[in-house]
């Protein structure tokens, strides 16, 4: 396991094809997402998907975001608190 931000840069960033991604994580990934997500996807095929997306996900984007993703999280919470409240005993 990778844990220090340099070493993830690495992988992440600066050499990601010499780098396989395991089936292990990909077969629940593709369950929820489908196979042709960009974390399944081939490396060449990854790197020209991730070029299309990054602008919508760079900081100033994020940003002008920030209000419907809380909004969007808070509703998610109480939907979930509702659905998952356990009678007390």
Known sequence: MVSDADDIKHILVG???NYQKPESLLIPVRKIFGS???????????????????PAFNTAAIKSKTHHITEAANRSVRILTHLYKRPSV
């Not at 060449?44 to 299309?52: G, L, N, P, Q, V």
């Open 15 to 17: 050499n990601c094809t």
């Open 36 to 54: 042709r997500c960009v974390i399944c996807l081939p490396a060449a095929e990854h790197t020209a998907r991730r070029k299309i997306l990054s």
